[in-house]
């Protein structure tokens, strides 16, 4: 049996947690804990070790998906989960341009441990405020062999879309290669 | 007795809002990661600062100010050896080279210019002694410590927020290939332009910094604005080889002969195609 791997990743509140949940075939392993912090109080619990999805692709591979936690005071454990992963999502909230400058530091820090293929998310399009994909790749400063796809993590379909994109991004590099 | 600490537990805006709302005498001794300072207070305002490798004589204040060229200050040194400031400031203004109200200006910029930077320090110790005026012969002004420690938190946020974006000074940088902004409507500064001479793939941000005798929030502000107007790009240092534990060298990347100058590539993950073209066909049907 092969396994493969994923990385979602991106700062605090992005909907990564949301994003495997929509796609994982198991209950998704979540280490949530009550937010106790005043100043990150925008959802009642969030992921202080990693979440954890599965999709069994055929008899013999199977893709895990792994969630890192979004605040910055755990961030000494991305590096050990981005071993050997295929390619990394970095999640973005569109609405909360506040996490946009974080969100780039997640890119370049991810890109540096590996420099696999990447693809950004720009989650919560659905909702007014949200800041168009285009704009995001901007301030972002993403560059243009990397995808820049909008997102709603509720949405299964959305997300099938998302990590299509980034093994279309993979398969583009294999055959440039 | 002497107020004493460490910045990392009460940092300068703390001590200057004590000094301040306790209308305190002395002077202030901070000793930083690299350099030491000295700020001088008469009941609660600030009136001399002093720090290491910054020379404060009064003829190359104004220099640096753009007043007086090495010349001036050579002959200044060569006329009036061992006089101080003061002595030196009433010949200058009784001989009618410069105005008194100038002088002053260049001498409270030149201080604010010091406590700023103090501002920026959060690690190291202080020392407060009451009473000790250690100015004799300098050229004191009187600063208020309140817009003094409004202008410092700024540009202490400033400095934060450069220092997020620009974390790292020994990155290079590139003329971008496609700048976001004509070059015909793009107006820059002296210094900017200065930068601009150095960029170059081979130079780092702080040998540029250096080459231009800048401060590190100078280069990083200038760096910053070239960067945001889409100008310049950074080029990422090549990536060590031991990093990425999963992702084994091919065939063609041990062939392959490094070059300094290009831009890092992304790298295929360890797998065969076919894996990748699964894995596409089994997400579709999901």
Known sequence: MQTVKMIVTGPFSAGKTELIQSISEIDVVSTERKITRESERIKDQTTVAMDFGRITIDEDLILYLFGTPGQK???????????????????????????????RRILD???SYSPVPSIVAANKQDLDDAWPAEDLRIVLRVEPGVKVVPCVASDRESVKKVLLELLYSILELMDAE | MALRGKLEDFG???????????????TLYVA??????????????????????????????????????????????????GKPDQDIAKVLITSGHLKQQVLLRHVREHILDLVFQVFS??????????????????????IALENVIMEGSRRL???????????????????????????RDINLSVEEWRVISFINPRNSILQIANYNNMDELQIRKIVYSLLQAGLVEIVH????????????ATASDKDAKPDPQAEPQMRRPAVKRGIIQRLIRRIREL
């Open chain 1, 73 to 103: 005071r755990f961030d000494f454990m991305w590096e050990v989960l981005s071993e050997g992963m295929l390619g990394f999502v970095v999640m973005v909230d569109s609405t909360r341009p506040e996490t946009f400058r974080e969100a």
């Open chain 1, 109 to 111: 820090t991810f890109r």
């Open chain 2, 12 to 26: 300068i805006t703390q001590l200057l809002n004590l000094i301040n709302l306790a209308r305190k005498t002395g």
């Open chain 2, 32 to 81: 930083g990661s690299d350099k030491e300072a000295c700020l001088c207070f008469r009941e609660g305002k600030l009136i001399y600062v002093s720090m290491t490798g910054v020379d404060d004589y009064l003829p190359v204040i104004l220099q640096r100010a753009g007043i007086f060229t090495e010349d001036h200050v050579r002959m200044i040194r060569t006329n009036m050896p």
């Open chain 2, 121 to 142: 320090w959060n690690q190291g110790t202080f020392r407060f002694e009451p009473s000790e005026l250690p100015v004799q012969g300098r050229i004191t002004t009187s």
């Open chain 2, 157 to 183: 946020k400033e400095w934060e927020m450069l220092s997020d974006e620009l974390p790292d000074l020994g990155i290079a940088l590139k003329f971008a290939e496609r700048p976001t902004t004509p070059l």
């Open chain 2, 237 to 248: 240092p090549p990536r060590s080889l031991s990093a990425p534990v999963a992702t084994p």
